[in-house]
């Protein structure tokens, strides 16, 4: 089992300031097991993130499903701060 991440599908940008690999590298140092599903990364593109918007009702990533199907959407900067807590 493994949660999912909704992110941009801009995987190669890994740098601290980026919020969806923000929150992937806290996944990634915490050892938590998760699941990528990239959606559309450009601007225009936003509308097209249909799940992301079920999910949310908002068009912004990183957002993560838990395994019990809740969903958990902050500032990046604070999704990261309470993974690396062990509050996911
Ligand atoms: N301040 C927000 C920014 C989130 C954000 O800009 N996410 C990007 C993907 S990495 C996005 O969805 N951008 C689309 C937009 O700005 O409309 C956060 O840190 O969570």
Partial sequence: MA????RCSAQWVRFGGHPCWRVEKALIDQGIAYERVPGPA???QHKQRTRLHELTGAYLYPAIEREDGTVY???SAEMAR???AGNL
Wanted: charged share 30%; hydrophobic share 40%.
């Fill in 3 to 6: 949660v999912k991440l909704h």
């Fill in 73 to 75: 959407r902050e500032q």
């Fill in 82 to 84: 309470t993974i690396r």
């Fill in 42 to 44: 450009l601007p225009w």
